[in-house]
């Protein structure tokens, strides 16, 4: 199985403020087919995770252009650009180029 | 819009089979194919793993560590899918979530998820 490291595991930020998390996987995410599957996901307190981000660093449709992804290979990172009182929550990443699919164990994004 | 809602029952006994359907709401199973209908769950030990998924063709794919007792089916008269677990133990007691997966956008693409169900296994 693809192991998804991320880090840090808790990131206080102050309100409008930049947020950085990374995400490192034990192998390439580069599927057969072209492309790499990384995606990123917000799970607010209390709610189901979100999609944020797929193929590293494609918003999904309503997301703020304050979210934003990179990387590539093994090393991916989310950053927000200004952190709001809503982003607070736990963030993952996840990948879907190999079965199975696997998550990392979460960033939580807090205010300072 | 296209909504999924999980059901079934909260606890369930060791040994026993997990028993749940994702009902979609707003949109068809089947519609164009171009969909993965996913279970996914959630517990504070392991975090977020992921289960399964099925095509509306029937077509599954499993986590090998779960595959022994896993099945995913899909009802497209009833527009739902169900997860079945069975033999199961306190390790998986989770929050478990249906999800879709937008095939022609990206195979990492889970757009839409249920507000989730906590399943407790314990006698």
């Known amino acids: 199985d693809i192991v998804m490291t991320q880090t840090p595991l808790s990131s206080p930020v102050a309100l409008g403020q930049p947020a950085s998390i990374s995400c490192r996987s034990s192998?390439?995410?580069?599927?057969?087919?072209?492309?790499?599957?990384l995606s990123w996901l917000q799970q607010r307190p209390g709610q189901p995770p979100r999609l944020l981000i797929y193929?590293?660093?494609n918003r999904f449709s309503g997301v703020p252009d304050r979210f934003s992804g990179s990387g590539a290979g093994t090393d991916f990172t989310l950053k927000i650009s200004r952190v709001e009182a809503e982003d607070v929550g736990v963030y993952y990443c996840?990948?879907?180029?190999?079965?199975?699919?696997?998550f990392g164990g979460g960033t939580k994004v807090e205010i300072k | 819009q296209v909504q999924l809602q999980e059901s079934g029952p909260g606890l369930v006994k060791p040994s026993q089979t997990l028993s749940l359907t994702c009902t979609v709401s707003?949109?068809?199973?089947?519609?164009?194919?171009?969909?993965?209908w996913s279970w996914i769950r959630q517990s504070p030990g392991k975090g977020l793993e992921w289960i399964g998924y099925?095509?509306?063709?029937?077509?599954?794919y499993y986590n090998p560590s779960l595959k022994s007792r896993v099945t995913i089916s899909v009802d497209t008269s009833r527009n739902q899918f169900s997860l079945n677990l069975s033999s199961v133990t306190a390790a998986d007691t989770a929050v478990y979530y249906c999800?879709?997966?937008?095939?022609?956008?990206?195979?990492?693409?889970?757009?839409?998820w249920g507000q989730g169900t906590m399943v407790t296994v314990s006698s």
């Open positions: 999800a879709r997966v937008d095939i022609p956008v990206a195979l990492d693409a889970f757009d839409i």
């Open positions: 099925i095509y509306y063709s029937g077509s599954t």
């Open positions: 707003g949109g068809s199973i089947s519609s164009g194919g171009d969909y993965y």
């Open positions: 996840m990948q879907a180029t190999q079965f199975p699919l696997t």
């Open positions: 193929k590293i660093s």
């Open positions: 192998q390439s995410l580069v599927h057969t087919d072209g492309n790499t599957y």
